[in-house]
C-alpha cells in the first residue's frame, strides 16, 4: 500500500506522465529501454509500484556494496557479475523453474554507454522460462513513460527484434545521445 502511494503522489508531482498498456497478467521479462540515465531507475520503480508489479531486476554488482546492498536488495535487485552473466542468468532461469513469480526488468542496452548492441541476456532467459516480453520505455521526447505490448518471443532472435526496434524507434531516453539502437549480436542465429 505504501509503495501504491509513492507512486501515485510521484505521478502526480513529476514532469513525466504515465502513459501505459495495462500490467502483464503474469511473470513476464520487462525491458526497460532506452537506459539512459540513473534516473530511468525512479521511473522504472514508479511504473511497478503504480501498476502493482512485483519486479527484480538485474544491476551490476558495484551498486550492492556496503550500505546500499540491503537498501538495492530490497528494492528487487539482482547482482550480476560481469565477469560471469551467464551464471546470472542461469540462476534467475532456476528461481523462475521454482514457481517464484515475478516481473524481471533488464536493461538489455547495459550501462548507459559505449555499447554498440543490447545484451541478451533478456532473451535466453525469456525463451529458457517462457515467460512473455514486456516493452517498457522512458520516451524524452514526449516525457512518457510506461509500459508497451506484451508478447511471446518466437525464436526467430531477427524477427523478434525487428519487432522489437519498430516499438522503441521513436523513442529517447533522458540522454538521448546515449541511445543504444535494439540489436544483437546473435541476430541470424535461432535460440
Known sequence: MLRSLL??????????????????????VLIGAPHTSNW???????????????????GKKSLFRGWRGPL???LGGIAVDREDPSRTVAEVVARVRTGDGFGLVITPDGTRSGHTHWKSGFYRIARE??????????????????????????????????????FYADKAGLR??????????EEGRAY
Open 176 to 185: 538521448p545521445h546515449r541511445r543504444v539502437e535494439p540489436r544483437l549480436r
Open 129 to 166: 522460462t517462457g515467460l512473455p516480453v514486456t516493452l517498457g520505455y522512458v520516451d524524452r521526447s514526449t516525457m512518457t513513460s510506461g509500459l508497451g505490448p506484451t508478447f511471446e518471443l518466437s525464436g526467430d532472435v531477427g524477427a523478434d527484434m525487428d519487432r522489437i526496434r519498430a
Open 72 to 74: 538495492m536488495r530490497a
Open 7 to 28: 507512486a501515485r503522489a510521484f505521478w502526480l508531482v513529476s514532469p513525466w506522465n504515465l502513459s501505459t498498456q495495462p500490467a502483464p497478467s503474469r511473470p513476464t
Open 40 to 58: 530511468d531507475f525512479a521511473l522504472m520503480l514508479a511504473i511497478a509500484w503504480r501498476l502493482s508489479i512485483d519486479i527484480r531486476w538485474m
